[in-house]
């Protein structure tokens, strides 16, 4: 679906593009559009559930991602189409009692509004057409794209430029306090900060954030989308995070970052089990982030993928979010191995379904994408969508 999508957009190039989008909003809307932006999905490589206790992560901003085409309005309410939930508009007023409301997914938007109101800006109506390339429930941080998104809409309305990292917070919090999923800050500021061609360290304690080259044309990164569609406001994300904040206190310190490697060995005399699997996982990980940094510097691929598979058993096996259909896919990538192309290969994201990604050489992607489609296929009777690609920008105002 989301291929589709993107072919739909980008087969005839840039201005044919923003063609397409605009004749999209005289088709819903009527009229003419004064604005498209767009705000990338992304994808991390590695540093899976550091970003709340304080760790390490190790995304980028994906070519795939959210369109606002939109035109102002002057009496103060917002109107929104979303082309994956065809139906009427969503039509809500703008203002500082906002609140959540129906659809679930418009709630996105309406935090973010609410927090640039907080922040000062001036916020009008709008009316809006969304349109994404990236599947929901995806792993591929939709809810971040649509937030982001939001938010470059409304500067470019306001005639406001906010600080990028207040931007980035501004859209976190309205996944807190409107979405009700207690988000670390990764996702907000991968789509934020993303630079193409690079992935972007982040340091979730101190907000430092380092660009990281990918270097090389004889590697690619595949997406592998299971299609199993994961809900992180289900209770399960929330868990966890409950489990590292409990683990935290026992072991006397304020975030799980603060515990070095080699203190994992004592962790079962001191935590319960559970909590000592949570605890080894965020530990070991941050640890693998940092390691895949520097190998991926020097375009050390067989290093850097040993590291992939190691943080996949981690997240199956001690934080407990993997599935049986990542898990397999994972499986059919290991089969494959270096000799068959695949250097590594991870679930991706928050877990209980969406995405893998795995590390491939690039003169074997067609070999691998067939590989993977056909045994998931055979296996669960599902087509799953395989993607490539490079790091990319982050949000970015199309038109004007």
């Not at 954030?209 to 690619?220: C, Q, S, Y």
């Not at 289900?234 to 310190?253: N, P, Q, T």
Request: net charge negative.
């Amino acid at each position: 679906m989301s291929e589709q999508k993107g072919e739909q957009l980008s087969a005839s190039g840039g201005e044919s593009s923003g063609e397409f989008l605009r004749e999209l909003f005289r088709e819903r809307v009527g009229g003419e559009a004064e604005a498209v932006v767009f705000a990338p999905g992304r994808v991390n490589l590695i540093g899976e559930h550091t970003d709340y206790n304080g760790g390490w992560v190790l995304p980028m901003a994906i070519e795939l991602g959210i369109y606002l085409v939109a035109r102002g309005r002057n009496d103060g309410r917002v109107r929104l189409w979303s082309e994956d939930f065809p139906g009427e508009a969503v039509e809500f007023e703008v203002g500082s009692g906002m609140g959540v409301g129906e659809p679930g997914w418009s709630n996105y938007v309406r935090g973010v509004l609410a927090g640039m109101i907080g922040a000062g800006v001036k916020v009008g109506g709008f009316d809006a057409v969304i349109w994404a390339t990236l599947p929901r429930g995806g792993g591929l941080s939709s809810s971040a794209a649509l937030e982001v998104a939001t938010a470059t809409l409304v500067e470019l309305f306001a005639g406001e430029r906010l600080d990028l990292e207040e931007k980035a917070f501004i859209c976190q919090k309205a996944e807190h306090d409107f979405a009700g999923t207690p988000c670390g800050m990764m996702d907000q500021f991968a789509v934020v900060f993303g630079k193409r061609g690079q992935l972007v360290l982040i340091d979730c304690r101190s907000m430092e954030r380092t660009l990281v080259p990918m270097l090389g044309e004889d590697v690619a990164l595949m997406v592998i989308n299971t299609m199993v569609r994961h809900e992180l406001t289900d209770g399960g994300y929330r868990s966890r995070r409950e489990d590292c904040e409990e683990a935290s206190r026992l072991l006397g310190v304020s975030q799980l970052r603060e515990i070095g490697l080699e203190a994992v060995a004592g962790l079962d005399g001191l935590l319960p089990e559970r909590l000592a699997k949570r605890a080894r996982h965020v530990i070991t990980e941050n640890a693998r982030t940092l390691q895949a940094v520097e190998a991926l510097g020097l375009g050390r691929w067989e290093e850097l993928g040993e590291l992939m598979w190691a943080s996949h058993g981690s997240l199956r096996d001690d934080f407990n979010v993997s599935c049986a259909e990542l898990d397999l896919v994972v499986e059919e990538a290991r089969k494959l191995g270096v000799a068959g192309g695949v250097y590594g290969c991870r679930m991706t994201g928050g877990g209980f379904g969406g995405c893998c990604i795995a590390l491939v050489s690039r003169s074997r992607v067609v070999e691998v994408r067939e590989w993977l489609g056909a045994r998931y296929l055979e296996e669960t009777g599902v087509e799953a969508t395989i993607f490539v690609t490079r790091p990319a920008d982050g949000a970015t105002v199309l038109f004007p």
